[in-house]
């Protein structure tokens, strides 16, 4: 099996060095919904922001405080820990009474908004996350910054599954789980090391195609993603029209998410992603094995509403990406960065 641990750059190694994290305030995000709880209804909707405290601890105190089973409570997406995020989250009360939710604020955590839904949140229905990002004591060639900012603003990124999809030793513990020598029960664990092999796989045909220059443009054969959606088509030639939708990124050539059933993909696509699957074989049959589907995810990333303030040695970030996809991504291509 080889795992890509250093995915290519699009636009070459970053020759700058810049510190992120270095407090919770310097990594940002806001969940962006897309719609509006309806105010009536079941599931109790609440508005959170938190900092340096853990999605899923989260979701547990406020399954304690309801008096309802964890499973009652969703969230649409997971944030960083260390970071200032604000976040939904919904709890079934059924005809249980409202608890009184200022019970859960402390310096971490506070409640912005408490509502009602008639559903409960689930994940990846988000319409996407707004970042505003610092990276301090920048060291480098400042025009390098800024003409790669223009050019990700213009291009976007490759969209890899960042380090947070990985954890400390989610794909050795994959490795372990399809070799036999562990047994996996618990359920989160078990969706925790497929979708870490699975994106492993995945980064390992984007790098691919950042190192031949195709992750922004589409090749005969490719399988092309509508911008802002999930739908898909295959595509047998690529004419002015395609390449024009591709610039205007309303399309996407996309990469396999590792499952059972055919790529979607043909030509020398498909016969670069079956070699990389060859490489991974490992993973590729462990995720059959588990009954995984085959799916496809975009290899460009749009960096939209791209703003940005350089001070001395500190950089200010601000854009909105769709949800599924990491902050990380955009930051790999600016700086080579600690923290």
Known sequence: MQTMTNPAYAFGEPPCQGTIRASPEDFQVDEVLGFEPDGSGEHACL????????????????????????????????????????????????????????QLETDAVQILTATRHERKFRRGTLKGNRFKLRIRDLKGDAADIERR???????????????????????????????????????NKRSLYL?????????????????????????????????????????????????????????HPTGPLWGRGELGSSGEVKELEQLCAADDALFCEGLERAGMKQERRALRLSVRELGWRLAGDTLELGFFLPPGSYATAVLRELVDRTG
């Open 195 to 251: 979708s870490a092999a699975r994106s492993a796989i995945f980064n390992h045909v984007l790098s691919k195609r950042v190192a031949a220059a195709s992750w922004h443009r589409a090749l005969n054969g490719d399988v092309m993603m509508l911008g802002g959606s999930h739908s898909v088509f295959p595509l047998q030639q690529v004419d002015d029209k395609i390449m024009r939708r591709i610039k205007e990124h309303d399309i």
């Open 47 to 102: 508005h959170i922001r938190k900092r340096g405290a853990n999605t899923a601890d989260i979701a547990r105190q406020l399954a304690r405080l309801a008096g309802v089973k964890n499973m009652d409570v969703s969230y649409a997406g997971l944030k960083d820990r260390h970071a200032v995020t604000t976040q939904w989250f919904s709890v079934y009360l059924g005809n249980k009474p409202e608890p009184d939710w200022a």
């Open 149 to 187: 900012l223009q050019t990700i603003a213009a291009e976007g990124v490759p969209n890899y599954f960042g380090e947070q999809r990985f954890g400390y030793d989610n794909l050795e513990k994959a490795t372990a789980m399809f070799e036999g020598r562990i047994k996996i029960k618990d359920r």
